[in-house]
């Protein structure tokens, strides 16, 4: 299952000086968004996937970042500002996101930009080829 978000806001990064009520809205978007896009992404019903990650075996992840623009990027900034993403995932799937096992990967810049999150063994097994 490939997972399909929007480039995360600015204001999510760890760099980003803003107060912190500028920064909740944007957190609260990005882990409804990525919820929903979990929804979306679903190749069968939810129960039947819930099931599947019931337990607590640990979940991989691949997460491909295609930024907006050829700037270059801190890379754990980028990590650090899916959190909430991730956060709705786990929501979606019911399940805790400690679980998570996270591969990142920076691909060539794609506009407007977005972030892949492609869960389950595949992605091991695609990672490792």
Same mark, same amino acid.
């Given at each position: 299952? +490939? ?5 995360? #806001?600015?204001r999510?990064?760890?760099?980003? /000086? +803003?107060?912190w009520r500028?920064?909740?809205? !944007?957190k609260?978007?990005?882990? =409804? ?8 992404? &679903?190749? @069968?019903g939810? @129960?039947d996937?819930?099931? *599947?990650?019931?337990?607590d ?9 295609? !930024? !907006? #623009?050829?700037? /270059? /990027?801190?890379?754990?900034? =980028?990590? =650090?500002?899916?959190?909430?993403a ?6 979606? &799937?019911?399940? #805790?996101?400690? /679980?998570? @096992?996270p591969?990142? *990967? ?7 930009? @977005? ?12 990672? =490792?080829?």
């Amino acid at each position: 299952m +490939v997972i399909v978000l929007p480039w995360p #806001d600015r204001r999510l990064s760890p760099n980003a /000086r +803003v107060n912190w009520r500028a920064k909740a809205a !944007p957190k609260k978007k990005a882990r =409804a968004d990525a919820a929903l896009a979990t929804y979306a992404a &679903l190749d @069968r019903g939810l @129960r039947d996937v819930r099931a *599947e990650m019931a337990g607590d075996d640990p979940i991989p992840l691949t997460i491909r970042f295609y !930024p !907006p #623009d050829a700037r /270059r /990027r801190d890379r754990d900034n =980028a990590q =650090a500002s899916l959190k909430h993403a991730l956060d709705g995932i786990a929501d979606a &799937l019911a399940v #805790d996101d400690y /679980r998570f @096992r996270p591969m990142y *990967e920076f691909a060539d810049p794609v506009a407007p930009g @977005r972030v892949e999150v492609e869960l389950g063994h595949e992605a091991t097994r695609r990672a =490792a080829a």
